[in-house]
């Protein structure tokens, strides 16, 4: 089986920064995109930002320009780096991939989710 595991979130005051780490663990033969959603009360899971298997980024345009979306392919890590922060960024943060495994016996492409951070912003 594979398995996300998030770590990083916190209590911060408006400006400052954090940096969210997500690594994968178990049956993995690849990673293709990696990403970052989150999801704030009342609201709708969003893309916060994503990165391909050769280091191409996208961005939400709320977070462009403050947030930087890294990966170490060796390492099966993906970070954020969420810097000048707001309140409107509080929300549930969840880590993604897109992997290849063989642990059911032959090789099977899924989306795999981290359990969640809570990142807060206070003003």
């Known amino acids: 089986q594979v398995q996300l595991v998030e770590s990083g979130g916190g209590l911060v005051q408006t400006g400052e920064s954090l940096r969210l780490s997500c690594a994968a663990s178990?049956?993995?033969?690849?990673?293709?995109?990696m990403g970052w959603y989150r999801q704030a009360p009342g609201k709708q899971r969003e893309l916060v930002a994503s990165i391909s298997s050769n280091g191409r980024t996208n961005y939400a345009d709320s977070v462009k320009g403050r947030f930087t979306i890294s990966r170490d392919n060796a390492k099966n890590t993906v970070a954020l780096q969420m810097n000048s922060l707001k309140p409107e960024d509080t929300a549930v943060y969840y880590c993604a991939a897109n992997i290849i495994s063989p642990s059911s016996g032959v090789f099977t492409r899924d989306d795999y989710w981290g359990q969640g951070t809570q990142v807060t912003v206070s003003s």
């Open positions: 178990g049956r993995i033969f690849s990673i293709n995109a």
